[in-house]
């Protein structure tokens, strides 16, 4: 142990003073170490404080390095958020000024395209009017005027050229352009023969290629008129009065003779129907030469009847409800009947009505058919007369036409006048205008003025 100022715990004279002495000795050991334990405890507290300094001066300066970063990195943020919706406006306007220009485009593109499609439409129509013009009739739609014959004659070595001048100096043709270039589609072009040839107004061009293309025939000829509503006797009869051929070949070609047209095909074949070609062979005037044949002429009548029969009558009978041979019934009945052209439309309104109600027609022009004689008047017993073209006996239409019809009662039958009307009488004895009634007592009373007007 060590001395305390000079003395030696050994020398102590008594445990009395040895234990002062230690406690002496431990109380400044203690103080000793307290003393070292502040000085070491202010020594690392100044420690501690400088390094709490020094950490709170190092979190500051991060704290302003993070501050720092984030200022810095907020503005380069903010700058480059602003920068982003800068460019995102410029790029939606820019997407926007293209949208604009693509949709101007399109505008311009869809206009252009369109303009282009009507152009493109105008030359199509005007290119298949002109082709459709080639191929239709040159004298389409021909009512009430049948025509008129021309004679022509084509010289020996003329050209196609030539001979549609020719044709349009007669009025036979409306342009030398269009007859020779459907010449030369239709290869006709160069097969013209020379010759005397009656043409007529109402030919097509097809028609008188066909015919020139035949060569012409002998110079005498002779005009044979049938009127119209003229029956296969009746014409039969007038050729054998002008010495052209007998009534019997006319009518035995009439019934057997073989004619390539459309219209024919469908032509019912019952053995009842008194005549084949019955209501087909048209009404007109014909130029004939000498030695014509009954199959010649019958195929001119033929002809005509083909000219007539345009695409407006054949667009009408498509929106119809009746073929071709019924209209042609009704036509001849209307011709055999009714003389006043007024009165023709207003005649097949009747039959219409008439056939819509499932009456008989009871019309005394097919009950004189029937019978083969013409009179003026018809008896009782006339009407028990038992044929398949007596419509007192029959329901609906006759079994075929009783005369050749025209072209107006042809119209007539077409397009019926839309009236209630369901019979008609002579107004009186000796006219030819009738009475029309929706009752039938109207028809009675309007019958009994008639029977008076005999007497």
């Given at each position: 142990?060590?001395?305390?100022?000079?003395?030696?715990?050994?020398?102590?004279?008594?445990?009395?003073?040895?234990?002062?002495?230690?406690?002496?000795?431990?109380?400044?050991?203690?103080q000793l170490n307290k003393t070292y334990q502040q000085q070491t405890l202010q020594q690392q507290n100044r420690v501690s404080r400088g390094e709490r300094t020094?950490?709170?001066?190092?979190?500051?300066?991060?704290?302003r390095q993070r501050q720092t970063k984030q200022t810095r990195h907020s503005s380069r943020t903010q700058s480059a958020r602003a920068s982003e919706r800068q460019y995102r406006e410029e790029g939606r306007k820019n997407l926007e000024r293209k949208r604009k220009q693509k949709k101007k485009q399109r505008r311009k593109k869809m206009i252009s395209t369109l303009l282009l499609l009507l152009i493109?439409?105008?030359?199509?129509?005007?290119a298949f009017q002109f082709f459709r013009?080639?191929?239709?009739?040159?004298?389409?739609?021909?009512?009430?005027?049948?025509?008129?014959?021309?004679?022509?004659t084509i010289p020996k070595g003329a050209s196609t050229s030539d001979i549609a001048e020719i044709l349009k100096e007669k009025d036979l043709i409306k342009s030398v352009f269009r007859f020779k270039l459907e010449s030369k589609l239709n290869n006709y072009d160069g097969t013209f023969q020379q010759g005397n040839y009656t043409l007529n107004?109402?030919?097509?061009?097809?028609?008188?290629?066909e015919l020139l293309q035949k060569g012409g025939e002998a110079e005498e000829t002779y005009q044979l008129v049938i009127p119209e509503?003229?029956?296969?006797?009746?014409?039969?009869?007038?050729?054998?009065?002008?010495?052209?051929?007998?009534?019997?070949?006319?009518?035995?070609?009439?019934?057997?003779?073989?004619?390539?047209?459309?219209?024919?095909?469908?032509?019912?074949?019952?053995?009842?129907?008194?005549?084949?070609?019955?209501?087909y062979l048209f009404p007109a005037t014909y130029t004939l030469y000498d030695g014509v044949t009954a199959h010649e002429l019958i195929d001119k009548m033929l002809q005509r009847f083909e000219i007539e029969y345009t695409q407006n009558i054949k667009d009408s009978l498509e929106q119809s409800e009746h073929t071709l041979d019924e209209i042609v019934i009704m036509a001849s009945i209307i011709e055999a009947e009714i003389q006043v052209p007024?009165?023709?439309?207003?005649?097949?309104?009747?039959?219409?009505?008439?056939?819509?109600?499932g009456m008989k027609l009871q019309i005394d022009a097919t009950v004189l058919y029937a019978q083969g004689t013409t009179k003026d008047r018809v008896m009782e017993s006339d009407l028990e007369y038992s044929s398949p073209y007596n419509t007192y006996q029959v329901e609906g239409l006759p079994?075929?036409?009783?005369?050749?019809?025209?072209s107006a009662a042809l119209e007539a039958a077409l397009h019926p006048e839309d009236n209630n009307y369901i019979y008609y009488v002579v107004e009186k004895y000796g006219s030819s205008n009738h009475v029309f009634t929706e009752t039938y007592e109207d028809f009675m009373k309007a019958r009994e003025n008639y029977l008076a007007s005999r007497e």
């Open positions: 142990m060590e001395e305390k100022e000079g003395h030696n715990y050994n020398s102590l004279d008594n445990e009395e003073e040895k234990t002062r002495f230690l406690r002496e000795m431990f109380s400044e050991e203690q020094q950490q709170r001066q190092t979190r500051q300066n991060q704290t493109c439409i105008g030359l199509c129509l005007g013009s080639l191929m239709m009739p040159s004298n389409p739609g021909v009512a009430t005027d049948v025509g008129e014959d021309v004679a022509v107004t109402s030919m097509t061009h097809q028609q008188i290629m509503g003229f029956t296969v006797d009746k014409i039969a009869q007038r050729l054998q009065e002008q010495d052209i051929m007998t009534a019997e070949e006319f009518i035995n070609e009439v019934n057997t003779g073989e004619f390539d047209y459309e219209f024919l095909k469908d032509l019912p074949t019952s053995t009842e129907r008194r005549y084949k070609l019955e209501g007024e009165e023709r439309a207003r005649a097949a309104g009747v039959i219409k009505n008439r056939l819509e109600q079994i075929g036409p009783i005369s050749n019809p025209g």
